[in-house]
Every structure is written in C-alpha cells, then in structure tokens.
C-alpha cells in the first residue's frame, strides 16, 4: 500500500513537472504570447471599428459578444494546432525521446503532462479574449449587462477547446512529422469536417455528430446564431437551418475530447523510437 501511494506520488510530481515544462517551451517559442497578441486584437478590432467608420455598437450586450465571438473558433483551432500539433510527434522527428524517454518517467506522465500544458496554454488564450469582450461589454453597457449567457458562452468554448486540443493531439500521436500532424488536425477541424457539415446538410441531414458543428453552440447560447468563422458555416443557413441541440453539442464535444485524449495516450504510450 506505502509502495502504491509512494508511486502515485511520484507520477503525480513527474506530470507537474512535465507540464511546467512544456509550457516553459512554449513561451520560449513565444507561441503563447503571438496567440494571446491575437486574442487581445481581435476583440479590439471589433470595439474600435464601429466608432471609427461612424457606425454603431449591437443593441444587447449578448449580441455584440456574439460578435466579438465570430473568431473565437479560429482562435481556438490556431491555439491547439500551435501547442498540441508537435507534441508527440515532434519528439519522434527531433529524436528528443531519445533523451526525455529514457528517463525515470511513465510515458504517461510525460504524454499526460504535454497533453495538458497544450490544454491549459489554449484555456490561457481563451480567457484572454473573453477577458478583454467581458471589459468592451462593461465599457459599453456597464457590468450588470453581462450576462450568464457569457459566462455559459466561456465554458462551453473551453469544452470545445479540449475536443480540438484532443484531435490535434491525437493527429500528432500517429503522424511521422510535426508539420504534417499540425496541418492535418488545423485543416480537418478548420476546412473538411465544416465542408462535410455544410454538405449533410444541403441534404437535409443533421451532422449533429461532428465536433465542429455542435462548435456553434458557444454563440447560440447568446441568444443569437453567427455561424463564426470555422464553424458549419454559410451552408447551416442554406441547407435545412439546422442548429446544434444545446445538450446535445456539449456531449458530442466531451466524447470527441474524452475518448481522443485516452486513444492518443494510448498510441504515444506504444509507439516506438525508430
């Protein structure tokens, strides 16, 4: 039992390490502070501009977060394809693994520990850009104008957050190099899966299984349907005018994330130095 709690231990501190690591990476790659730049510009770009073309602001305060939020898919897929696209597979490219696998670690702390470093830098990136909406919302309509519907709006982005971290992971635990497995997952999530969403349902059939349509519930919670950039788009409005079932979106983005984490584990955890 002591050897139990003493190994538990141990891989509990091994994944903290691990994690401390790999965000430590980051920021010296300055990913983290070029994606948290784009965070505080976009919503920026969206107070500043309607002032300066003589326009005005949106009515509500859901609306004008809604869209503030248009980019916020984007903004999620760019984060997860920066931090989780060469996570694994860029230990096989580089031969790092030689040096990082060949220490007094479990593959899984080590694997666990990348998996959440590229998770928390993305949640990072997200609050940001809901931060500065949140302030802008304040600014315009005062702090009781905003709503629980934002705050819904923030945890539902951090849920599709995981999902996309998690396919892009998973794309990184079977692909050879680095730039393959970032632009697989950043194209499959930002272009093929939205085409097929906007094609099913052209045919009057509800792709309510892809992970990038039920995406559409982080601004339908607002009150409002944007169709945001990366989502499933124009053809949502041409096709059968279907819409994610809030339930629904929210349990299909946790099983994408949930089951894509445990598979890409597993296959980092088996595959093999060549």
């Known amino acids: ?19 401390r690591f790999e965000l ?19 919503p920026i770009l969206f107070y500043a501009i309607p002032p300066l073309l003589g326009g005005d602001y949106a009515d509500t305060a859901n609306a004008f977060a809604s869209t503030n939020l248009g980019f916020i898919t984007l903004l999620i897929v760019i984060s997860g394809a920066l931090f989780a696209g060469d996570a ?8 790092t ?7 007094p670690q479990r593959r899984t702390s080590i694997n666990v520990g990348k998996f959440a470093a590229a998770l928390l830098a993305t949640w990072f990136v997200i609050s940001v850009y809901y931060l500065v909406t949140m302030l802008e919302i304040a600014q315009i309509f005062g702090f009781g104008a905003i709503s629980v519907e934002f705050g819904m709006s923030f945890m539902l982005a951090l849920i599709y957050a995981a999902s996309v971290v998690a396919v892009i992971f998973f794309f ?4 050879k190099g680095t730039i393959t ?14 085409i097929i969403a906007g094609v099913l349902q052209f045919a009057d059939v509800e792709p309510w299984f892809l992970v990038t ?3 559409d519930v982080m601004t339908n919670v607002l009150g409002t349907s944007t169709g945001g950039f990366g989502s499933s788009g124009p053809a949502q409005r041409i096709g059968g005018g279907f ?3 809030f339930y629904v979106g929210v349990g299909v983005m946790l099983a994408y994330a949930i089951s894509l984490f445990l598979i890409g584990i597993g296959l980092a955890n088996r595959r093999k130095m060549e």
Do not use: Q, W
């Not at 430590?24 to 976009?42: G, M, P, S, Y």
């Not at 694994?88 to 031969?95: A, I, L, M, R, T």
């Not at 697989?184 to 272009?191: C, K, P, V």
């Open 1 to 19: 039992m002591t050897s139990l709690k003493n190994d538990m231990r141990t891989d509990i501190s091994h994944l903290f390490l691990n994690i």
């Open 24 to 42: 430590k990476k980051h920021l010296n790659r300055k990913r983290i502070v070029l994606v948290v730049a784009l965070a505080i510009a976009l």
């Open 88 to 95: 694994v597979s860029g230990e096989f490219e580089k031969k």
């Open 97 to 103: 693994g030689l040096t990082l696998f060949s220490t």
């Open 172 to 175: 990184s635990t079977i692909m």
């Open 181 to 194: 497995s970032t632009l697989i997952g950043f194209f499959l999530l930002m272009l093929i899966l939205p």
């Open 213 to 215: 349509y039920s995406s």
């Open 243 to 245: 819409s994610p079932d």
